[in-house]
């Protein structure tokens, strides 16, 4: 059982919360957290540190490996290396008990640990991962002549998300009547909360009507209070049929009001309409 303060990351970008835990270690699901490249540098570096190892309990005793040059650590060290991967050149190999002993260890040691990391690859590899990307921003506009919330989302696989669902959630810090500080979730209803297939681009609209909790906030309002507006989708992904998901989070400063995203539809010479992705992220100011 590990105790200790630790500082987490908050659903709202750029925010920690420093919380007391009283968790048990999970390695397993640290590693499934690294990025690759964490991953290949933390193997690299147990690699090396269980042949340092090895290899210095192997030169205490320099007359328990028999075909050793010359008696320097380098030449241990190396021979841990062909032990723990199995590899056995031949050149080599223990001479008394005590070399045996320490290779009989080793091996059990590089059997365990190929198994090990090979299985924790293997598990990278196979978590479901979406390549849905959100604008940076989200706007406030007339919609319908109903101010209205809007951002989008695209997928960026060539294939589809199918079954797609959006939820949207307000996180607000209020103060209770008690003088409890607390942060509140509301959820915001959208004109289209899912999608049969979501194969390109997605516009996400929620309408700041009299049943939102949006309704009557200005500008001043949104930069005088703590609020963040927490996206997730999820859905199917066709090809490897399994469920993916992705997130994101809009704080005061991504909401720019009096601005609308530019047309993403454009015509090539041919008269062929596209969609262009560049775009996702383009808005323009609408004079009032």
Known sequence: MVTSHKKLRSPIRNSTILVASHRKLDLYHSFLKLTWIQFLIGFVAIFLVVNCIFGFLFWLDPESIAGVETKG????????????????????????????????????????????????????????????????VAVITQHEEIPTLMFRLSNNRNNSVIGAKISLSLFKQEVSKEGLTMRRIYDLNLLRDSTPMLALTWLVMHPIDEKSPLYGLSKVDFDSKEIAIIATVTGLDETLSQTIHAKTTYLNKDILWNNRFTDMFRENEKGEQFIDLRELNNVESIEI
């Open 73 to 136: 650590y380098v030449n241990y060290f190396f021979f841990s290396v062909q032990t723990l991967a199995t590899i056995g050149y031949g050149a080599m190999y223990p001479k008394d008990i005590y070399g045996h002993v320490l290779v009989t260890l080793e091996a059990m040691t590089g059997l365990l640990s190929i198994g090990m990391f090979a299985a924790i690859a293997f598990a990278r590899l196979s978590l479901p991962k979406s390549r849905i990307v959100f604008s940076s």
